[in-house]
């Protein structure tokens, strides 16, 4: 896939934004308006990289920034499917692009149990998230369709394909991957 003008343009100004500003709260408020205007006009992904597999979601990696500050990764996710509870162990923000997402937060209460902090958040078109180790980054994610296709870009604060991050079962005990 060559890359889109408008993809082109997001990246650009985000690799802008990560250099100017170290501070964590601004940076997700700032690129979380940059994510907005990006998947907020439903153009510039071609339909052909919006397939499903029928097994589970699927990941595609869109941009690595060349000093790992940041990532840019396309999720497509076919008619109810949805991710196990994990965290991310750095920033991210989550972009949807077509369709809708049900996101669920998780925290461990006092006794070190994992619990979910209420019901799961429907992002539509257009919306953007943010997690974030400080904030909150353990979740479940899953398209809000039973019936069609939903996908989505997330940015995260490294390169996230070589950061070890955890799934959670429902005993809240961690399975380490990368």
């Known amino acids: ?47 052909a990289y919006a397939v499903p597999s029928p097994e589970r979601y699927q990941q595609y990696l869109l941009y690595r920034d060349p000093l790992a500050r940041f990532s840019v990764v396309r999720f497509v996710w076919g008619a109810g499917q949805a991710t196990p509870v994990h ?32 019901p799961a958040q429907r992002l539509g078109a257009g919306s953007v998230d943010a997690v974030s180790p400080r904030t909150g ?7 809000a369709h039973e019936d069609q296709v939903s996908v989505s870009i997330h940015v995260y604060g490294a390169d996230i394909g070589a950061v070890e991050r955890a799934t959670y079962d429902s005993n809240g005990r961690p399975k380490p991957f990368v």
């Open 137 to 143: 980054d353990i979740h479940r994610v899953a398209n």
């Open 87 to 118: 965290d991310h162990r750095v920033w991210g923000l989550v972009g949807v692009l077509r369709g809708a997402e049900l996101a669920e937060s998780f925290a461990f209460d006092p006794a070190g149990a994992l619990r979910s902090t209420g």
């Open 1 to 47: 896939m060559s890359v889109p003008a408008r993809l082109h343009e997001f990246i650009g100004d985000f690799s802008d934004l990560v250099a100017q500003c170290p501070v964590e709260n601004e940076l997700l408020a700032r690129g979380g308006r940059l994510l907005g205007e990006l998947v907020g006009h439903d153009d510039w992904l071609p339909d």
